[in-house]
Nanobody, 128 residues
Framework: QLQLVESGGGLVQPGGSLRLSCAAS????????IGWFRQAPGKEREGVSC????????NYADSVKGRFTISRDNAKKTVYLQMNNLNPDHTAVYYC?????????????????????WGQGTQVTVSS
């Protein structure tokens, strides 16, 4: 059974940083593309970033390019999302999810409908 668990969210001031983690269990993480998505109150879920199974290819939504970095450690069965220079627009619940293939726009133009095994999410709040 595929299971993903997010952690690392919290309250941070504008300009601050957070690193989210997505820990996998029940399957070999190195077989899957992992995506990060977020949903702000009253808004549709949107793609943030995704990374292919080996970590050699990534994709970012335009709104986070240069601020966020996705990475993975397959030995630790964990995917990370480093978020820098945060602002209130980044406030949302962040989710990770998996699928078996990578596409160049897997996050930038994605609502995540082709992803599965969603985690429960971790709240990120950016506020002074």
């Amino acid at each position: 059974q595929l299971q993903l668990v997010e952690s690392g969210g919290g309250l941070v001031q504008p300009g601050g940083s957070l690193r989210l983690s997505c820990a996998a269990s029940g399957f070999n993480l190195d077989s899957y593309t992992i995506g990060w998505f977020r949903q702000a109150p009253g808004k549709e879920r949107e793609g943030v970033s995704c990374i292919n199974n080996s970590g050699s290819s990534t994709n970012y939504a335009d709104s986070v390019k240069g601020r966020f970095t996705i990475s993975r450690d397959n030995a630790k069965k964990t995917v990370y999302l480093q978020m820098n220079n945060l602002n209130p627009d980044h406030t949302a619940v962040y989710y990770c999810a998996a699928r078996s293939y990578f596409t160049p726009l897997c996050a930038a133009r994605s609502l995540g409908s082709s992803f599965g095994s969603w985690g429960q999410g971790t709240q990120v709040t950016v506020s002074s």
